[in-house]
């Protein structure tokens, strides 16, 4: 069941020279983990935002975000309101720039089941206790009484977590979420998340710069450039044969969660501003695989390739030629990121 779609997503500000997001096609479904990834700028947070209905402001929305049959764009305030107090929730990178720092953890759980839902406080309480527990925090109770400074990054993390399950959401929507936590306790979150999905049957969002991690842990990911998907496959997929690349340079120029650091490959350039644009694919100018001539001319469609969709004008030609200069593993799932130590 699809809890999550975009239909040509197209989000454009006035005063820049291309769109934020062009054209955007995306699903998720129940009990599914989806990865978005790319480089600083490319549109993810944008992307993920609009799965609320949140669009930046003087902005021109054009296309379609279903949340579980509701299209957000357009809605009214009472569709909007539903989509965002029952059927889906953000966690975000910083888990202490979501929470009031002079507020205790139980209130900071607590209230919206009160205020919103209308829950007497022992039936609140005895809910957010049962929510820490699940989202793997030791000693729920005790901690309910403690302010946000007396946690860790990685405990409010999970305390962040409990509170986008309290509207008992059947999507989640994860924006870069471990990546101020250290490496341990980023492979103890994602553990918690994935046993969330399983038990839970949530549809799972996971936006991140880190392709590796995406690999390590999503179903099928989908690789944005300059506000674009350029390439989405099923995860061994995409790990074991990039076909864009773009892929393919980000698997070079990321380290491997495990194993032997080899030597990383940047990609030349930078990405292209919202105050450029070209005619031709947005990636050209820093591709390695690039025809003058050809890729400086139209942006390329995205195109079924084998078990991927790719948009490259050279897709069907350099198919299978597009090798990353350390060859990855084709096991996408290195042990660090394994469902594991759980109870923490
Ligand atoms: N509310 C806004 N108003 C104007 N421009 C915006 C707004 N939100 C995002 N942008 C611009 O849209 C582009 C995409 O931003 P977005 O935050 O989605 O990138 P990102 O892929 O999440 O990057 P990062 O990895 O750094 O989080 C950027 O150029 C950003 O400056
Ligand atoms: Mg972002």
């Known amino acids: 069941m699809t809890l999550l779609a975009y239909e040509d997503l197209s989000v454009t500000l006035p005063h820049t020279a291309r769109p934020i997001l062009d054209g955007i096609g995306l699903s998720v479904s129940a009990g599914e983990t989806v990865a978005l990834v790319g480089e600083s700028g490319s549109g993810k947070s944008v992307t993920a935002r609009a799965a609320l209905g949140l669009f930046p402001a003087d902005a021109e929305v054009c296309g379609r975000v279903r949340v579980d049959g509701?299209?957000?764009?357009?809605?009214?305030?009472?569709?909007?309101?539903?989509?965002?107090?029952?059927?889906?929730?953000?966690?975000?990178?910083?888990?202490?720039?979501?929470?009031?720092?002079?507020?205790?953890?139980?209130?900071?759980?607590t209230e919206p089941l009160r205020l919103v839902h209308g829950w007497s406080k022992d039936r609140a309480?005895?809910?957010?206790?049962?929510?820490?527990?699940?989202?793997?925090?030791?000693?729920?109770?005790?901690?309910?009484?403690?302010?946000?400074h007396e946690l860790s990054g990685g405990m409010l993390q999970r305390v962040v977590i409990a509170a986008a399950l309290t509207a008992e959401p059947r999507l989640l929507l994860c924006d870069e979420p471990t990546t101020a936590l250290d490496v341990s306790t980023q492979a103890e979150i994602l553990a918690v998340l994935g046993r969330l999905r399983r038990e839970r049957g949530l549809g799972l969002l996971l936006i991140t710069h880190d392709i590796e991690l995406a690999a390590a842990v999503?179903?099928?990911?989908?690789?944005?450039?300059?506000?674009?998907?350029?390439?989405?496959?099923?995860?061994?997929?995409?790990?074991?044969t990039p076909r864009h690349p773009y892929t393919a340079g980000l698997l070079d120029s990321s380290p491997p969660l495990e194993g032997p650091l080899d030597r990383l490959t940047p990609i030349p350039g930078a990405p292209m501003g919202l105050r450029e644009s070209a005619p031709g694919c947005a990636f050209a100018p820093r591709c390695r695989f690039a025809e003058p001539g050809r890729?400086?001319?139209?942006?390329?469609?995205?195109?079924?390739?084998?078990?991927?969709?790719?948009?490259?004008?050279?897709?069907?030609?350099?198919?299978?030629?597009?090798?990353?200069?350390?060859?990855?593993?084709?096991s996408p799932r290195p042990a660090s990121v394994q469902p594991m130590k759980e109870g923490n």
């Open 218 to 240: 999503a179903d099928r990911v989908y690789v944005m450039y300059a506000g674009r998907i350029v390439e989405t496959a099923p995860v061994a997929e995409l790990f074991a």
């Open 70 to 109: 509701t299209d957000l764009v357009g809605a009214d305030a009472a569709s909007l309101r539903e989509v965002r107090t029952n059927k889906a929730a953000m966690i975000y990178q910083d888990p202490r720039a979501a929470i009031n720092p002079v507020r205790r953890v139980g209130d900071f759980l």
């Open 125 to 148: 309480n005895a809910r957010a206790v049962e929510l820490l527990g699940a989202a793997g925090l030791p000693d729920p109770a005790r901690h309910m009484r403690q302010y946000p």
């Open 295 to 330: 890729c400086d001319r139209s942006a390329p469609p995205l195109l079924p390739h084998g078990p991927a969709e790719v948009a490259c004008h050279r897709a069907a030609e350099l198919d299978g030629r597009i090798r990353t200069a350390s060859p990855r593993t084709a």
